[in-house]
């Protein structure tokens, strides 16, 4: 049996979907959300117009995950929205992915499967690392948030842009101060 950890593509996958849907840079659009879904492995070809709406909210949901302070205030985000979506584990083979855990009920349309996937994988993150691995991006000027899957854990920003930027701007302040002082 395939086991998926935190690193899956339904962390990853929540990460895209809320800063393409809550960032002031973000593309909300039913394109925008199937390319979501295509770069992170999940059914693109299940994906309706219709099916927008779901998306939208869902990103909206996970966005107070990512938002939360602290770790009780991300439990209580997390265990609020597993009461909210129907999930009915199982073990499943199909496609030539091998044995795998679906979370949905077999029957569920494309926005509940992503919705139980995305929940599972974040929540196992959680229990695995704490918030310590995720959040919004720590450089002043930017709404994206991030979930870290390196080895060393230690990011804080959402791509290395803003690490740089932000790095930059903190040296050329220090170097201000010491010529000023």
Same mark, same amino acid.
């Given at each position: 049996?395939?086991?998926?950890? #935190?690193?899956?593509?339904?962390?990853?996958?929540?990460? &895209?979907?809320?800063?393409?849907?809550?960032?002031?840079?973000?593309?909300?659009?039913?394109?925008?959300?199937?390319?979501?879904?295509?770069?992170? =492995?999940?059914?693109?070809?299940?994906?309706?117009?219709?099916?927008?709406?779901?998306?939208?909210?869902?990103?909206?949901?996970?966005?107070?995950?990512?938002?939360? =302070?602290?770790?009780?205030?991300?439990?209580?985000?997390?265990?609020?929205?597993?009461?909210?979506?129907?999930?009915?584990?199982?073990?499943?083979?199909? =496609?030539?992915?091998?044995?795998?855990?679906? #979370?949905?009920?077999?029957?569920?349309?494309?926005?509940?499967?992503?919705?139980?996937?995305?929940?599972?994988?974040?929540?196992?993150?959680?229990?695995?690392?704490?918030?310590?691995?995720?959040?919004?991006?720590?450089?002043?000027?930017?709404?994206?948030? #991030?979930?870290?899957?390196?080895?060393? =854990?230690?990011?804080?920003?959402?791509?290395?842009?803003?690490?740089?930027?932000?790095?930059?701007? &903190?040296?050329?302040?220090?170097?201000?101060?010491?010529?000023?002082?």
């Amino acid at each position: 049996m395939r086991i998926t950890g #935190y690193q899956s593509h339904g962390v990853a996958a929540s990460v &895209a979907l809320v800063n393409a849907v809550t960032c002031d840079e973000g593309d909300d659009s039913p394109e925008a959300l199937r390319a979501v879904l295509r770069d992170n =492995g999940f059914f693109w070809q299940d994906f309706e117009d219709a099916h927008a709406d779901a998306f939208r909210s869902w990103a909206w949901s996970l966005r107070r995950f990512f938002e939360a =302070g602290e770790l009780t205030q991300a439990v209580a985000v997390l265990n609020e929205l597993m009461l909210e979506t129907p999930m009915h584990p199982h073990l499943s083979e199909h =496609g030539g992915l091998g044995l795998h855990m679906h #979370y949905a009920p077999p029957s569920a349309r494309l926005p509940l499967r992503f919705r139980a996937t995305t929940l599972m994988h974040i929540s196992t993150m959680v229990c695995e690392h704490g918030l310590a691995r995720s959040g919004v991006c720590a450089a002043p000027d930017c709404d994206r948030v #991030y979930a870290d899957t390196s080895r060393a =854990g230690r990011r804080r920003f959402c791509s290395e842009t803003c690490a740089n930027r932000t790095n930059v701007a &903190a040296f050329r302040a220090r170097r201000r101060a010491r010529r000023d002082g």
